[in-house]
């Protein structure tokens, strides 16, 4: 690994690291793109997802005063084949924990390849254009560009809480997160609906182990829209309660292959808009992908959405 200065150091990083961690990330958000976007429950949600642990797979980076000037851990909650990294340092002052932390978490990546059984094994990055000496170590270390995602966002005002009518014949409902059935054809949407995207697979145990772990649950932020008494699309919410940047944010929308180019999608973005107005949130999010064949970021520019800003992904093959 490459030296750190004198008196800093790595260490493995704690649930009690998580509020210094944010931080960390909120810092070096506000430098890319302006303003902090990430949440207390993605950062935990990163720490313990399945198949991350803190102990082996997660490092925090420490300046001589001991603060934390950085973090690295990699995510592959289905254990397939392809491990996404994450190196984050506090702007400038945490720059020079960058490059052994992305030597660490590629070390550790390799370790991995062989422990979950794959060969090959694909490894990827995100970054923000401005973010140039973290696109050149990626570069340097044998990334090249795969694609690029988008961040989306809409102003609520004037977003009334009465949603339109859905299409006839659709029937948009919440979730009904006590009926197991009811839950596990909703992770079967997602799950189908993806097939032919980037999606990493979940299974329900999994995805519902996340969602239980969560310490805040939206379920009536979560849609689901019938035809003939079928579940044909879904939407998916998450809220942190100690966000204060007051937008509700669109986790997953699928819909059904049969069932598209019938206005399922924007009938379910609709009725989360106007919940989320509803409540007193200001705007509502999403990421997507503007590689993603179903074409998604038409949809989401139809119904008033705008780009913030946009994150090239990075690939290396192991």
Same mark, same amino acid.
């Given at each position: 690994?490459?030296?750190?200065?004198?008196?800093?150091?790595?260490?493995r990083?704690?649930l009690?690291?998580?509020?210094?961690?944010l931080r960390l990330?909120?810092?070096?958000?506000? $430098?890319?793109? =302006?303003y902090?976007?990430?949440?207390?429950e993605?950062?935990?949600?990163?720490l %313990?997802?399945? @198949?991350? !642990?803190?102990a082996?797979?997660?490092?925090? $980076?420490?300046? =001589?005063?001991?603060?934390i000037?950085?973090?690295?851990?990699?995510?592959?909650? %289905?254990g397939? @084949?392809? !491990?996404?990294?994450?190196?984050?340092?506090?702007?400038?002052e =945490?720059r020079?924990a960058m490059?052994?932390?992305?030597?660490?978490?590629?070390?550790?990546?390799?370790?991995?390849?062989?422990e979950f059984?794959?060969?090959?094994?694909?490894?990827?990055?995100?970054?923000?254009p401005?973010?140039k000496?973290?696109?050149e170590?990626l570069?340097?270390h044998?990334f090249g560009?795969?694609?690029?995602?988008?961040?989306m966002?809409?102003?609520?005002?004037?977003v009334?809480a009465?949603?339109?009518?859905?299409?006839?014949?659709?029937?948009?409902?919440t979730?009904?997160?006590?009926?197991?059935?009811?839950?596990?054809?909703?992770?079967g949407?997602?799950?189908?609906?993806f097939?032919?995207?980037?999606?990493?697979?979940a299974?329900?145990?999994?995805w519902r182990?996340?969602?239980d772990?969560e310490?805040?649950?939206v379920?009536?932020e979560?849609?689901?829209a019938?035809?003939?008494?079928?579940?044909a699309?879904?939407l998916e919410?998450?809220?942190?309660?100690?966000?204060?940047?007051?937008e509700?944010?669109?986790?997953r929308l699928?819909?059904l292959g049969?069932?598209?180019?019938?206005?399922?999608?924007?009938?379910?973005?609709?009725?989360?808009?106007?919940?989320?107005?509803a409540?007193g949130?200001a705007?509502?999010?999403?990421?997507?992908?503007?590689?993603?064949?179903?074409?998604?970021a038409?949809?989401?520019?139809?119904?008033?959405?705008?780009?913030?800003?946009?994150?090239?992904?990075?690939?290396?093959i192991?």
């Open positions: 690994m490459t030296e750190l200065p004198d008196g800093w150091s790595v260490r990083p704690t009690d690291d998580a509020p210094a961690i990330v909120h810092a070096s958000d506000i $430098a890319a793109v =302006g902090p976007d990430c949440t207390a993605e950062v935990r949600e990163a %313990t997802e399945p @198949n991350t !642990d803190m082996r797979d997660c490092w925090v $980076a420490l300046d =001589g005063d001991g603060r000037v950085g973090w690295a851990y990699p995510g592959n909650a %289905t397939e @084949n392809r !491990d996404f990294i994450e190196v984050y340092v506090w702007p400038d =945490g020079p490059r052994p932390l992305l030597e660490l978490i590629l070390a550790r990546v390799a370790e991995r390849k062989t059984g794959h060969d090959p094994y694909e490894v990827r990055a995100g970054a923000v401005t973010e000496p973290w696109i170590l570069t340097e044998g560009f795969l694609k690029q995602h988008a961040r966002q809409i102003a609520l005002d004037g009334s009465t949603p339109p009518e859905p299409p006839a014949g659709v029937t948009i409902r979730v009904r997160p006590g009926d197991e059935a009811d839950m596990r054809a909703f992770h949407v997602i799950e189908q609906a097939r032919d995207s980037d999606h990493r697979s299974s329900y145990e999994g182990k996340l969602i772990d310490t805040t649950h379920f009536d979560w849609f689901v019938e035809v003939n008494g079928g579940i699309g879904v919410s998450s809220w942190d309660s100690d966000d204060d940047n007051d509700g944010w669109v986790k699928a819909v049969a069932y598209r180019k019938r206005g399922l999608g924007e009938a379910l973005l609709r009725r989360a808009f106007a919940t989320y107005a409540k949130r705007k509502a999010g999403l990421g997507v992908d503007m590689a993603n064949p179903t074409r998604a038409r949809l989401y520019l139809a119904v008033g959405m705008k780009p913030l800003y946009e994150a090239n992904i990075y690939q290396k192991i």
